[in-house]
DNA sequence: CTGTTAGCGCATTCAC
DNA sequence: GTGAATGCGCTAACAG
């Protein structure tokens, strides 16, 4: 392995001219500057990750966790989205398994007093969420992937999150099918209190409620509730057509769902059904969906990661001479401002409007 | 952060004696331990791993990469058994991005000039992979899931590399099917030269021409090809009824093509279909499916990763004095030849095999 | 602007 | 069996 020294050795100064060009490098003389990038070009020299850590206690890496069954369709695509976010801004991922919210704290402690992780990303956020408990507690740093549905912190500083705003996406896709003529329009939704959920149901609730499509009391026939599932899907759907046989379209919670739907529908139909996630799926039996900024929403939680750490609860950061990233890394230079598309818009928290894929 | 020095300070012996406690024990006379023991407990002291990486120049992490779309549904499952068994070994994962093969080498590059890691492990291999190339050339340790399909080297000590007999989990479940009275068995592939759906497919032949349930000539027939979708699970499965509307069963390639066909038969089928991955999909909709023992591929793939630093070319290990997983973990003592259930059955390429769940 | 000194926390020599 | 040194590679203080 090249250190530091040999490069040092290499360009003729010492090791601490080499430091300074890698983190700090406009303090150091042009001249000298190309000199030491060409040795380190040369050697190909990359620093020793833990040793940097070491000497700054930062760890640049930040934990998220998988569990023994996928939170959703999109999860992996999420993983993805984040990964490379994370490595354009010099930072990496590890990974964690989170059997239950116990085994998640567990896992925590541990990457936390080993030095592990500087940050967390919490996907699943629930009610009186015991994860976030412990996080408070302890001070340690985390952003969420989806709002804390429940808690009365929603606005805290101290719980910042990224989310994708359900309840839009799921109105504009109503509003989209009333404006193209459909006049009945179901839903099926997942049973339960998820907030998620709730949210996306209230979406097309509001939608056919604002367009005075139908009335208050004519919302239930249209509603079906069904586990996320493909055969739960189809049951639901017959369920409603059945119950109302003039559906001439079907607003779905998940591209799950929409398929189960789609599939049981007669092949002279016309009813339109339409998913959530943009999955392969769905994109594959030609139904419209709704897709989630996931990069956008990295791109936030690396950023808020990042903010925690220049300042610790204050506003934005200037960009300074802070900037470490040594190799790679496109520029930092951003307005989240012009990225934030909706309320609430203070910098930690972050509510992203999902687009419409209309097939 | 509570370092080594506190706990000896707490427990009135040095700092190395701490040490050794938690990395030999077996040297430090048991009174002297338990008193370190309960320091450690006490002050609730973990090892910092950043130090401990530097000093050792292993980083105890293992790297694996996340592609833009997941290369198959059981990806993330994959994902949480590897987790869990690297968690059970005091080994962190690493994720990081695979775009392209070019891409996922310039993060080997990286990753391993920053020495974050240890090992890889690589999924999707191709014929004549650059990856492998690359990792051959710099001695970079690996291990593979899934068989490198195509090259010379699937018995090279080098190349290691484990994986599930599809061969075997579509010729039982294609027997089965006979067993139970069906004659007629349709099978739906993927296109092109994948390893893996060839290897599948010539389990389906192999058990029909086995059990003389088709002459050579007729297989074409009761053969569809579909990129891996529901869409053209559907279309395929219409093709082969089409084309032979006596059959009773279809074996597919997997979960996904499965549904699609599912979807497709008529209301009053008798027809069986079955999948591959046993999905949540499959599940939900109650089609018979192949399970991979993730579980054990992800053990098996942290144990020859441990290995090849014990022993970097030769066979077995003994258990030795070496282990130091600090905290947690179940004992590391297993008997490979008892999980090893296929041949190839040298410690470093192993052949899994998948269990039927008809339903 | 550059070089020297020191120490992050740990594990591996060695003396005792 | 235990304690005292040394250095892994790097960067934050200083001194020049």
């Not at 042009?30 to 000199?35: D, I, N, Q, V």
């Not at 020793?48 to 070491?54: Q, V």
């Not at 099918?177 to 006049?183: A, E, S, Y």
Request: charged share 20%; hydrophobic share 40%.
């Amino acid at each position: 392995m090249v250190s530091i020294k040999d490069v040092a050795k290499d360009a003729g100064v010492s090791p601490q001219t080499v430091s300074n060009c890698i983190n700090n490098p406009s303090i150091v003389k042009p001249a000298t500057r190309k000199l030491v990038e060409a040795s380190i070009e040369r050697l190909n020299y990359t620093p020793n990750a833990s040793a940097r850590r070491l000497r700054t206690q930062r760890s640049n890496t930040i934990g998220i966790g998988i569990a023994p069954v996928s939170y959703s369709q999109v999860y992996d695509r999420f993983l993805h989205a984040l990964v490379t976010e994370a490595d354009a801004n010099g930072i990496r991922v590890i990974l964690y398994k989170t059997d239950s919210q116990q085994d998640e704290i567990r896992q925590f402690d541990a990457l936390r007093a080993r030095g592990d992780v500087d940050s967390f990303v919490l996907t699943d956020t629930t009610h009186d969420d015991p994860r976030l408990a412990w996080l408070h507690e302890h001070h340690q740093p985390f952003v969420l992937f989806g709002r804390p549905w429940g808690a009365d912190d929603m606005n805290d500083p101290a719980t910042p999150w990224v989310d994708v705003d359900g309840h839009y996406g799921i109105a504009e896709m109503t509003q989209h099918l009333i404006l193209h003529g459909r006049k009945h329009i179901g839903f099926i939704g997942w049973p339960g209190v998820s907030g998620t959920g709730m949210d996306r149901y209230a979406g097309w609730r509001d939608a056919m409620l604002g367009a005075r499509m139908a009335g208050p009391d004519e919302l239930e026939q249209l509603y079906e509730e069904a586990k996320n599932d493909i055969l739960s899907g189809q049951t639901a759907c017959i369920a409603l057509l059945d119950r109302r046989p003039d559906l001439d379209a079907i607003v779905c919670v998940s591209d799950t769902l929409a398929i189960g739907a789609a599939t049981v529908l007669p092949s002279d139909t016309d009813i339109i059904i339409t998913g959530f996630d943009d999955t392969v799926s769905a994109r594959s039996m030609g139904l419209s969906s709704i897709a989630q900024p996931l990069i956008e929403s990295a791109r936030h939680i690396v950023r808020i990661t990042q903010e925690q750490f220049v300042a610790p609860a204050a506003g934005r950061a200037g960009n300074g001479t802070g900037g470490a990233t040594g190799s790679g890394g496109t520029s930092v230079n951003r307005k989240p401002d012009a990225i934030v598309s909706a309320p609430p818009t203070d910098d930690r928290h972050v509510l992203l409007k999902p687009t419409l894929v209309i097939r």
